[in-house]
């Protein structure tokens, strides 16, 4: 888990451990994007198109003083490649998605005609949500500072009803820091990305 040095130090001196909490509940999102993520009716889930992969991101600095942050869609998804071809991430322009079936999603990185990254992953869909699931992030982890604990990461995206794509991430985790103080936290953030133009492949 990454946290900052006075994070840390707090929990270390106290002795007793620490819980960090960030929720950032649908409930306090900017209004549009409340309207945008109501379901359709009976209609059929379908992330299918092309967006935009610079959008804006809302997390604790939304909390505190409602400002966007700017959020990279590529990177939120593309989470399983190597140093070396995440950095080629920065390179995108946009982020296509395809549904071949109800349980896959393909997933395409391209600067222009450039493909940067593809995959493809299984996914959960909630009929009645609406919300497409991609599979958890977990594991073990080693942090700065002496920390070491397991971390869950979680997300999920909508196609809101402005035909933009929306993406909920969950994360958390428990640990130790220096091996004897226990450490608990999770937060939320939110992202949103325009859909665009499919330009010729």
Known sequence: MKRSLPFLAVCLFSGAGCVVNHPLEQESLPPAWIAALQPLPRAPVDLAGDYRNVGEGAGLSYVRNHRFARSNLASNLFRDLSAEKRSLLSRARTVELRQPDVTHLTMIARNGTE???????????????????????????????????????????????????????????????????????????????????????
């Not at 593809?118 to 599979?135: A, D, H, Q």
């Not at 995206?157 to 103080?181: E, M, P, Q, T, W």
Request: glycine share 14%.
């Open 115 to 201: 493909v940067l990254a593809e995959t493809t992953v299984l996914v959960t869909i909630e009929p009645k949500s609406g919300w497409v699931s991609l599979p958890n992030h977990d594991g073990l982890q080693a942090g700065a500072f002496g920390t070491a604990g397991y971390q869950k990461d979680r997300i999920a995206l909508f196609k809101g009803n402005d035909g933009c794509l929306y993406l909920d991430h969950v994360s958390g985790g428990a640990g130790v820091a220096l091996v004897i103080v226990p450490v608990v936290g999770s937060q939320e953030t939110w992202g949103r990305w325009e859909q665009v133009m499919a330009l010729p492949k």
